[in-house]
């Protein structure tokens, strides 16, 4: 039951980062998953741990549960059975606590197409409770999306409102980025520029749990994989 | 636009940036806006055509058509609620927030009932010229609407909320609400009857006031739980 690691380079050698020194205790556990969609179990038993400084890729074949998992890990979705942990504490019963620590990006943008990246990012900052020490042009800059800040959402392509939106996960300055197929509709300057953000936010401590079908280069950090295929229950018809 | 590092932006900044996001969104779709207005104002303008257009008549069925077309308006106008929210994402972001999700949803009702709620009153005075309103049933009118149409956004909201999920929830939505709709109506419109026949109406205005204050304080609660259980 433990996770096929795919470069196990030690953890304890990364903590020389003061992010991670503050929060080298975080940890998500998961423990004894069971996720179901209509009558059928999607996965059961599964169990793992995400350290700090770590990205966890999760993989599976269509329809193996990766997005009801991610959904389970932010909390909007109740397994059927199980609980994720944050630092110890279920995180059903420590909410706040927990989502102060998380961002999540579904398949959709989480963006307004009526409103421009500014005033979609400005809105976001003013709903979380912590913000990353960046601008919003700062990170704008860094995505490469500047010139098109003011324009209405629904005017850009959808490369550019993922850009957006990942725009938003960064200056949530949050450690834990829960991320459903961020590569998609990135062009290969995006995969680069999400690549080296991934780099850094997991060399400084942070976690990131993501499923792609892409495969990232993300040979600096620990990386590991886990499959959804092992954990799948075959049906008894 | 250059926002430092901020701490704690605290629950009501966050309150007031929701109230503030939804009304620009609405702003940018104000065609969309007026649709329950327009509503509004053509079916009350209909009845004069159809029925009777004798003064003394519309005296007497004015105030039951104006409450019952403002309450269809606002049944026409809830499932934008959070509809779009749901289709974008920005809902799921909106669970996802720290701050407790009960208040959160308070600032989208209340963001929702001044676009939809609010324009019924001020044009609900106009309506009652063309029905030949009494005189003294304006103030009736416009108080009865004041705290009738904030009570079905709010309970309205319980019923957005449970059935976001569902793809085609038109009729759904309509049988869960339409019921928990009919008190309202009830005092609404006899406060404007019992006022425009010189009766004292305090009694109705108070049960719509209590009824506010009661979905005022629990609707909040019922929304946000669920809406946690339309996304799980």
């Known amino acids: ?237 | 636009m250059d926002n430092q590092r901020k701490p704690n932006t605290g629950l009501l900044s966050a309150f007031v940036a929701l109230l503030k996001r939804d009304l620009m969104v609405s702003y940018r779709h104000l065609g969309e806006l007026m649709h329950p207005v327009i509503f509004f104002l053509i079916a009350v303008s209909l009845f004069p055509l159809a029925i009777n257009p004798d003064p003394v008549f519309l005296q007497t069925i004015g105030s039951g058509i104006i409450w019952v077309a403002a309450l269809l308006s606002t049944m026409l106008a809830l499932d934008n609620l959070f509809r779009a929210d749901y289709d974008d994402g920005t809902l799921e972001q909106l669970l996802l927030s720290p701050h407790p999700i009960s208040v959160l949803v308070l600032a989208k009702v209340i963001g929702h009932w001044l676009v939809t709620g609010l324009p019924l009153i001020i044009i609900a005075p106009l309506l009652g010229v063309m029905l030949n309103l009494s005189d003294s049933a304006y103030v009736a009118l416009l108080a009865s609407l004041a705290l009738g149409t904030p009570t079905m956004s709010l309970i309205g909201g319980i019923g957005v909320a449970l059935t976001v999920g569902i793809r085609r929830n038109g009729i759904l939505l309509t049988l869960l609400v339409m019921p928990l709709f009919i008190p309202i109506l009830i005092f609404g419109a006899s406060a404007v009857e019992a006022a425009s026949m010189q009766l004292p109406f305090s009694g109705q205005l108070y049960l719509l006031a209590a009824m506010l204050v009661f979905s005022l304080s629990l609707a909040p609660l019922t929304i946000a739980t669920s809406l946690k259980i339309s996304l799980n």
């Open chain 1, 1 to 237: 039951m433990s996770i096929s690691s795919h470069k196990s380079s030690s953890q304890t050698h990364r903590n020389t980062h003061t992010k991670a020194d503050a929060e080298k205790q975080a940890v998500v556990e998961v423990d004894n998953l069971e996720c179901m969609r209509g009558y059928r179990v999607l996965f059961q038993s599964l169990s793992f741990a995400i350290q700090s400084s770590t990205a966890l890729h999760i993989r599976g074949t269509n329809g193996s549960g990766k997005t009801s998992l991610l959904r389970i890990l932010s909390g909007l979705r109740q397994p059927e059975q199980g609980s994720v942990y944050w630092n110890g504490l279920p995180i059903s019963s420590n909410r706040t606590q927990y989502l102060e620590n998380i961002s999540y990006q579904g398949h959709e943008t989480g963006l307004k197409s009526d409103l421009n990246a500014i005033e979609n990012l400005e809105f976001s900052i003013r709903m979380q409770n912590h913000n990353s020490s960046f601008t919003i042009q700062e990170v704008l800059e860094k995505l490469e999306i500047d010139h098109v800040s003011m324009l209405p959402c629904f005017a850009l392509s959808a490369g550019q409102r993922q850009r957006i939106a990942l725009a938003r996960i960064i200056l949530s300055g949050t450690t834990l980025w829960i991320l459903d197929e961020p590569g998609t509709a990135l062009d290969q300057t995006g995969l680069q520029i999400f690549e080296s953000i991934v780099t850094e936010h997991v060399q400084n401590g942070g976690m990131m749990v993501f499923t792609s079908h892409h495969d990232f280069k993300l040979e600096s950090v620990n990386y590991e994989q886990l499959s959804l295929d092992r954990y799948a229950v075959q049906s008894p018809i």
